[in-house]
């Protein structure tokens, strides 16, 4: 079951100057930062608030790495701003399965890992109306804890 907005993700071609932006204009801090080479971005989570499941909603800033990567190709054709929605669930395997067997594309075989040691897998934006969805199970409490 889909439980929260885990995080909202923006693409941006310079990481640093997004943060600050964030941080003057609205007071956001940088909760977590990381570069995912899997997923060819170097980003910082904001936490904007805890939740009742046990986890939180985020901002997700993501400058791509290389170009060729989601985020470079995206950013190339349409420029900074919103790249994708994640809501979170307590089991993406599950949720996963159940949404495929809607006729929705799911991107992976399997979960793949994403911020903060969370699982994560992707729905294709053309079987979701033009909007790039990704499903996040976070990281046990505790597991990951480098804030
Ligand atoms: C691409 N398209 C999008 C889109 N990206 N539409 C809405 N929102 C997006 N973000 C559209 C393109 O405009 C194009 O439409 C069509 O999808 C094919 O896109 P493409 O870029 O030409 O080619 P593909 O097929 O190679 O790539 C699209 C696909 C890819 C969605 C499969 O971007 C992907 O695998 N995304 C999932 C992974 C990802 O985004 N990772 C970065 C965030 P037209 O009409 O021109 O055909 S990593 C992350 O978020 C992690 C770290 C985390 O949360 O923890």
């Known amino acids: 079951m889909l ?20 941080r003057s204009t ?6 977590h930062s990381e570069v995912n080479e899997e997923q060819g971005v170097r980003e910082a989570m904001l936490k ?6 046990g986890g939180a909603s985020y901002l997700q800033l993501l ?6 990567s989601p985020v470079g190709k995206w950013l190339e054709k349409n420029g900074e701003g919103v790249h994708h929605i994640a809501f979170g669930t307590a089991d993406v395997d599950a949720d996963s399965e159940s949404i495929r067997a ?4 799911v991107l992976y075989e399997q979960p793949r890992i994403g911020s903060m ?3 994560i897998t992707f729905l294709h934006p053309k079987d979701c109306g033009g909007v790039l969805t990704e499903l996040v199970t976070s ?4 597991a ?4």
């Open 3 to 22: 439980t929260r907005i885990d995080h909202i993700g923006i693409a941006c071609r310079d990481l640093d100057k997004t943060v600050e932006f964030y």
């Open 26 to 31: 609205y007071g956001f801090e940088v909760f």
């Open 48 to 53: 904007i608030n805890d939740t009742g499941d």
């Open 63 to 68: 400058e791509p790495i290389r170009e060729d």
């Open 102 to 105: 809607k006729g929705v594309r």
């Open 117 to 119: 040691g969370s699982r």
């Open 139 to 142: 990281a046990e409490p505790g």
């Open 144 to 147: 990951h804890e480098d804030h």
